[in-house]
């Protein structure tokens, strides 16, 4: 079958504010018009993460960095169909999304650099080189970390992370390259880093309340992709938004 079969609910057009909440009411209508479908679209990447690392105990880690995206790009090609036609169109999207894996890999790259090697960076200054590189190798015999330090590790792949938080969708749906999407996504973060804020904001409660509540990693994949293409879908894909 070519499509996913879903419960089409009529979807609101595109938000004509770049107000951060136009974005959550945004992304909350494209999810709710198929939310199981989209639940699993957006636990995609973890669940190939969490395979790759057991699969690969100490390479599975650092595989996963720049394989993962891939999926999470696959999951993002969907949600733009979906949003756009009313339908997934799974094989449309897959040839679309095969036509992007090198310039996705080339940003995947990149980006598991700069927020990994940023994470990883940070931890070492917090918790000693040690806890870094058993973190890095998940060498969990060795790794000894309060929550306290995990929180602040995760909550520091935010900074890299946002500077690129258009890139992805700017590779696969606006057909860039790796360097020019990167570079796109560091001008659109500063033109709309008010928006921006509290995005970022809600970013840093869900991946440190995660360290304390762990069941909210069953919401966080959730909110990232659909929020996430809804300020894209704003920024990038829709010229009214641009009044606001």
Known sequence: M????????????VPV???????????WSLYRAAPFTGWLLAMLPMIGELVLQLAVPVAGTLLSKVLVPLLGGWALVLVHRRATTGAYGVRAGSVAWTGRIPALLVLALASAVLVFGFQM???????????????????MDALDLSRWQVAGMLASGLLP????????????????????????????????????????????VLLLAVVWVPLVLLVLPVVFLYAGYAAWECVFGAPACHAG
């Open 121 to 139: 960076l940070v931890l070492a200054l917090i918790a000693g080189a040690d806890q870094a590189r058993a973190a890095a190798l998940q060498d």
């Open 17 to 27: 504010s770049a107000d951060f909440r136009h974005w959550l009411a945004r992304a």
């Open 161 to 204: 992370s946002l500077l690129l938080l258009f890139a992805p969708a700017q590779v696969l749906l606006g057909g860039r390259s790796a360097p020019a999407a990167a570079a796109d996504s560091l001008r659109a973060v500063v033109r709309w880093r008010v928006p921006l804020l509290p995005f970022a904001g809600m970013a840093v």
């Open 2 to 13: 070519s499509t996913m079969a879903v419960s089409i609910r009529p979807i609101p057009p």
